[in-house]
T-cell receptor, first 115, second 112 residues
Framework: DAGVIQSPRHEVTEMGQEVTLRCKPISGHNSLFWYRQTMMRGLELLIYFNNNVPIDDSGMPEDRFSAKMPNASFSTLKIQPSEPRDSAVYFC?????????????FGQGTRLTVV | GEDVEQSLFLSVREGDSSVINCTYTDSSSTYLYWYKQEPGAGLQLLTYIFSNMDMKQDQRLTVLLNKKDKHLSLRIADTQTGDSAIYFCAGIFSGGYNKLIFGAGTRLAVHP
């Protein structure tokens, strides 16, 4: 398996534009997570899905953020409209529960810069 | 709550031991994890410990778990420059569904 695949790797956009980040989890994994990493706040869990269903989106900062998982092999995180303070590295991770142990595998991340 | 706390920075001399500490508030996690993030990369699982264990050793890595104090530590023996990275502790706490909660990460700097 190629691992968790995120695209794009880098995104530079102007304030007010819509940004869509994409993630392909590892086949067979039933949980998917979106994290945001900044120097100020560290690693924050934004939302996670289990079996394609959003379980907890309490980490989503505002209504400008939305995430979908239409099927087991694809998820998107959308920011509309984007703002400079959204600049961060966004990680997608997936995992599969095996006897209470669930190793999360991370993608390489998308570095978002909003100018 | 699900707070996981770590100190933000640690600087050690090459060849010395590094000890990275983590505390958590919820003791329900079956496993506790240490992840490593190298520059420009995502996080990778480094090691983990089952909650019924006190210690786990894996080559240069030693994980100690004090359940009473809700304290987890990672010791790296003979620290090398290649160990410079950010280290995260994590656990799956009350609520299940594999919700992995991370600490803020400890940035380890190894100098000659």
């Amino acid at each position: 398996d190629a691992g968790v695949i995120q695209s794009p790797r880098h995104e530079v956009t102007e304030m007010g534009q819509e940004v869509t980040l994409r993630c392909k989890p590892i086949s067979g994994h039933n949980s998917l997570f979106w994290y945001r990493q900044t120097m100020m706040r560290g690693l924050e869990l934004l939302i996670y899905f289990n079996n394609n269903v959003p379980i907890d989106d309490s980490g989503m900062p505002e209504d400008r953020f939305s995430a979908k998982m239409p099927n087991a092999s694809f998820s998107t995180l959308k920011i509309q409209p984007s703002e400079p303070r959204d600049s961060a590295v966004y990680f997608c991770a997936s995992s599969r529960d095996v006897g209470g142990k669930a190793e999360a595998f991370f993608g390489q991340g998308t570095r978002l810069t909003v100018v | 709550g699900e707070d996981v706390e770590q100190s933000l920075f640690l600087s050690v001399r090459e060849g010395d031991s590094s000890v990275i500490n983590c505390t958590y508030t919820d003791s329900s996690s079956t496993y506790l994890y240490w992840y490593k993030q190298e520059p420009g990369a995502g996080l990778q699982l480094l090691t983990y410990i089952f909650s019924n264990m006190d210690m786990k050793q894996d080559q240069r890595l030693t994980v100690l778990l004090n359940k009473k104090d809700k304290h987890l530590s990672l010791r790296i023996a003979d620290t090398q420059t290649g160990d410079s990275a950010i280290y995260f502790c994590a656990g799956i706490f009350s609520g299940g569904y594999n919700k992995l909660i991370f600490g803020a990460g400890t940035r380890l700097a190894v100098h000659p």
